[in-house]
């Protein structure tokens, strides 16, 4: 068993490589970093709502 696992395994490999392809950049657009709020003021401002079941 073990003799053919090792006998099939670079042909597993050298399959595995036929399929590899080059890894190419993404190009991602440029952030907007104009305008909005502040930071410190978006902090202040946040908040979160929750809701609770009046059955506990």
């Given amino acids: 068993m073990i003799k053919i696992f090792l006998i099939s395994m670079p042909f597993l490999l050298l399959g595995l ?33 929750r809701e609770f079941s009046p059955i506990p």
Avoid: H, N, Y
Wanted: with cysteine; glycine share 10%; proline share 12%.
């Fill in 17 to 49: 490589a036929a399929f590899a392809q080059e890894f190419k950049p993404i190009e991602l657009p440029k952030p907007d970093t104009g305008g909005g709020k502040p930071l410190m003021q978006v902090l202040k401002d946040r908040c979160s709502t």
